[in-house]
């Protein structure tokens, strides 16, 4: 089934009762080429691309609950490309080339909206690492403005420019970062995948991964054993306890991240904002709503649900920046398990026993993510080498400390990003 | 969620810095390898459930803590000081 204009027209005018489930639900079969364990955005993405691009079909992606349910569906869906150190540059900047495309590919529209966004700055300091960010932003070929405190007051005349302790003295501009609809992104892959010949299994948590003499042969799941010769896990929040099954521990430790949205306003921010005191950011969705965020709970948990002093710091942090939110009031929050690294940067790498995948490390920044992790994974499960964008995620760069990607610059420790 | 601490008593989780798993105790020798470094510094069993973890109380007494805690129900079990737990390990 493709979606067209016409096809809309046509279904609008005859009660829209001939549109079918977006993918297949078959039953597992005993044995795959490749398993992908964990149906969030990184896992449907690769799953799609090692169908599309790679001509590897016999795949299925395991999900224990439903696809996307997981991070996928519960962030604030900012997109951009607009990293500083060489190893995530290269591939945010991919991976936004890739939503630029997206929705031709899929013939899904993930609703990708390039609004803009906006780093604000407060100190010289701050001024001069935003120009030199931009420079390099610009110099790999993706786009960047600094803009000044008189341009920012032309464009977002209600923030409070005079604040004492975070005046604004400007930003950093990329028109071309946004926002996506979520569920699309996970739903447009599933579809893409499933078409493909993908295998999407639902409710089927892994529970076991085999290991026979070092390699990967299959996994235990609650709907039984499923045998493959190559598994990948890509599971964000729970990526330590699904290694635990292959006897490794990772680099990650697990904190909750928040989000906060408003009740529906009429159109009144245009862009995403970026606050520069520290994690808080906003943007206006579809509906009106504001949606916003800051920085993660900060100790390990698992709770899916956030605490009340994180509520406080962020509510404070939106009235900081733009004293007239204090009229808006919040509908909801809610929180997600982020699988945090000690230098705040992903891995996608072979994990050491043969046949066997580690894609995780995301942090509170993996949805921007989406299409490029999928498409470097694929390549990495489909040829055996690393994607040029991706070359630098490496899981041993802990051990050997080189290469290591601290874009915050405040050391590679787990408490710290 | 709130922390008990052995000095001053039950107090709101603002008045604490987080350090991580309580790991961050047992030092490896300064001679020893990477693969013991890394284990040290970066990898972590991150469990879903009980764990042991390092607070400093750092709006109160000063005291680094040990805390016994549940990551999914954020239950708190008990706390002992820092030094406490660091001699009880050291006592085998
Ligand atoms: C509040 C919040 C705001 C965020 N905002 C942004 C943002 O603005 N921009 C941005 O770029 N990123 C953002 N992120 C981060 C982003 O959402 C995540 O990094 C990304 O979604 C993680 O990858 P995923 O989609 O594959 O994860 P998920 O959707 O969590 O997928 C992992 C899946 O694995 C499944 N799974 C786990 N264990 C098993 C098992 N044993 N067997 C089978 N399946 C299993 C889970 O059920 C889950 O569906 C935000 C996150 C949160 C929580
Ligand atoms: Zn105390």
């Not at chain 1, 070929?141 to 405190?149: C, Q, T, V």
């Not at chain 1, 245009?270 to 009106?288: A, C, E, L, R, T």
């Not at chain 2, 604490?16 to 470094?37: T, V």
């Not at chain 2, 069993?45 to 042991?52: E, K, L, V």
Request: glycine fraction near 12%; proline fraction near 4%; charged fraction near 20%.
């Amino acid at each position: 089934m493709r979606f067209s204009a016409l096809r809309i027209l046509k279904e609008g005018l005859t009660g829209n009762a001939g549109w079918g489930p977006h993918w297949r639900s078959p039953e597992p079969k005993r044995e795959y080429d490749v398993i992908i364990i964990g149906g969030g955005g990184h896992g449907l993405s690769t799953a799609y691309y090692l169908a599309k691009n790679h001509g590897i079909t016999n795949v299925a992606v395991l999900e224990r609950g439903y696809l996307g349910g997981g991070n996928v569906g519960r962030n604030t869906t900012i997109v951009r490309a607009n990293y500083f150190l060489e190893g995530n540059s290269q591939f945010y900047s991919h991976s936004l080339k890739l939503w630029e495309g997206l929705e031709q590919d899929l013939n899904y529209n993930v609703m990708l909206s390039q609004r803009g966004q906006l780093m604000l700055c407060h100190s010289d300091g701050q001024r001069d690492a935003y120009a030199r960010r931009g420079n390099a932003i610009v110099n790999q070929g993706d786009d960047a403005e600094l803009w000044s405190a008189e341009k920012v007051r032309e464009e977002i005349p209600y923030l409070d420019f005079d604040n004492t302790r975070f005046p604004i003295y400007g930003g950093l501009m990329q028109r071309r970062a946004g926002s996506a609809r979520h569920d699309a992104v996970a739903w447009g892959y599933a579809r893409g995948a499933s078409d493909r010949g993908v295998d999407l299994i639902q409710q089927c948590e892994v529970t076991g991964i085999d290991i026979e003499n070092g390699r990967v042969t299959g996994v235990q799941t609650t709907r039984g054993p499923i045998r493959a010769g190559k598994v990948a896990q890509v599971v964000a929040g729970r990526s330590s306890q699904v290694a635990a099954m292959a006897g490794m521990r990772l680099p990650i430790e697990s904190t909750v991240l928040q989000a906060f949205v408003t009740e529906g306003l009429k159109p009144c921010i245009d862009h995403v904002i970026s606050f520069g005191m520290g994690h808080f950011y906003i943007s206006q969705s579809d509906k009106g709503g504001l949606v916003f965020g800051g920085d993660i709970d900060f100790y390990a948990s698992y709770a899916q649900r956030g605490n009340l002093p994180m509520k406080e710091h962020v509510m404070e942090a939106a009235m900081t920046l733009m004293p007239v939110i204090g009229k808006a009031r919040v509908l909801r929050s809610w929180g997600g398990i982020m699988d945090m690294t000690p230098d705040g940067s992903p891995i996608i790498d072979h994990s050491g026993i043969e046949g066997y995948y580690i894609n995780a490390g995301w942090c509170y920044g993996g949805f921007k993510a989406v299409p490029g992790s999928g498409y470097a994974l694929a390549h990495l499960m489909a040829t055996g080498q690393p994607h040029d964008s991706a070359a630098a995620f490496r899981l041993d760069r802990f051990r050997t400390g080189r290469g290591l990607m601290d874009e915050e610059g405040t050391g590679a420790q787990h408490n710290l990003h | 969620m709130r922390l008990p601490c052995p000095i001053c008593g039950e107090r709101d989780r603002r008045e604490f810095y987080y350090k991580g798993h309580a790991l961050a105790l047992n030092r490896p020798d300064p001679d020893a390898d990477d693969a013991e470094w890394d284990d040290y510094v970066h990898l972590r069993d991150n469990p879903a459930g009980r764990t042991r973890d390092l607070w400093y109380h750092s709006a109160g007494c000063g005291a680094w803590i040990v805390v016994d805690r549940d990551t999914v129900t954020h239950e708190v079990f008990g706390a002992t000081l820092a030094e406490d737990a660091e001699a009880r390990d050291a006592a085998g």
